[in-house]
């Protein structure tokens, strides 16, 4: 079993070999496509469709089922679970709702699934990565570089354009979020859209030229007014919305005032050690709460809230 915190993390169960080495290889993805033991994870636009048929939820769903869809926009092999091949694929662009007439069939919200622990934490990891190649493929349909339609590689993994011979790669976003300590203290905050009640840790995305640690102290800065000094790193989280890496970091404030950024939150402030451990057990007396255990805040807070008094 891993002892690596970021295991633990929401969406970052997939277990799937993704047979890298193997994505060049047209014959060996054709033959993985027309296998019968492959398996397809299906999304209508973000959102995916679980197969209720059985007794349990699952992810993904076989050829036979595909074929009633209809043809798939997007293909992408995601790796090979067990002797299973999996594919995700994105089926033509129409109402969600219209799907749920083929049988057992339906609609699904990912934060939903992750947030109610409906599928297991591989199928949870598969449908994530899934999400964010098939959003890339969505959003990337001409070459950024002449603007000619892109064409995808037999794999998913890469657009390709004939016009400039621009190859072009899935992209993920870097964005750090850090717990700011001061003793016995962190320093959590909240923007306007959070769920009332609601504190967490302060986040922004890493810029171009910056260190994650350059990151941090310039996200801590600019939101909060604060001075940090060396930065840390503690876990990280795939998070498919659309396509980030969440880097989980842990920072000391110095001396000074918050002087929080209101374009940017709606309020923030010191909470002892003490509160922390109140707010994760839902038992704050000002009905104060951190994010869920799907979230890397709330395992960041969960570390704090361990350390001794």
């Known amino acids: 079993m891993s002892l690596e915190l970021s295991a633990a993390q929401g969406f970052a169960g997939n277990r799937l070999d993704r047979k890298g080495n193997d994505r060049d290889d047209p014959e060996r993805i054709a033959a993985w496509r027309a296998s019968p033991l492959a398996r397809f994870v299906l ?8 197969d209720r048929s059985g007794n349990e939820p699952s992810v993904t769903v076989p050829a036979v089922r595909v074929d009633a869809e209809g043809e798939a926009t997007e293909s992408v092999f995601l790796g090979v679970d067990g002797d299973a091949p999996v594919f995700g ?4 662009e129409r109402a969600p709702d219209a799907y749920q007439a083929a049988d057992g069939l339906v609609v699904a919200d990912l934060r939903s699934l992750a947030a109610e622990a409906v599928v297991s934490p591989h199928a949870l990891g598969i449908l994530a990565q899934a999400k964010s190649l098939l959003g890339w493929h ?20 890469r657009r ?21 300590r001061r003793g016995d203290a962190c320093l959590l905050a909240r923007q306007a859209r959070f769920a009332t009640g609601v504190y967490s840790c302060l986040a922004g995305f890493l810029e171009p030229g910056e260190t994650l640690e350059d990151a941090v102290r310039r996200e801590v800065a600019e939101e909060a007014g604060l001075q940090t ?28 005032e918050i002087v929080l950024d209101r374009g940017e939150l709606e309020d923030g402030r010191w909470f002892s050690r003490a509160e922390v451990r109140l707010m994760l057990k839902g038992a704050h007396p000002d009905g104060l709460r951190v994010p869920p255990p799907l979230a890397i805040a709330h395992h960041l807070l969960q570390a704090f809230a361990a350390e001794p008094d």
């Open 229 to 256: 000094g060396p930065v840390s790193y503690m876990c990280s989280q795939p998070w498919p919305f659309p396509s980030s890496l969440m880097i989980g970091c842990v920072a000391d404030a110095g001396e000074g």
């Open 160 to 180: 390709d354009c004939a016009a400039c011979s621009a190859q072009h790669f899935p992209r993920t976003d870097p964005v750090v979020i850090m717990l700011v």
């Open 89 to 92: 694929l994105l089926l033509p």
């Open 43 to 50: 999304f209508a636009g973000d959102q995916p469709l679980l």
């Open 138 to 157: 969505r959003r990337h349909r001409f070459c950024a570089n002449c603007g000619a339609r892109t064409t995808p590689s037999p794999s998913g993994w």
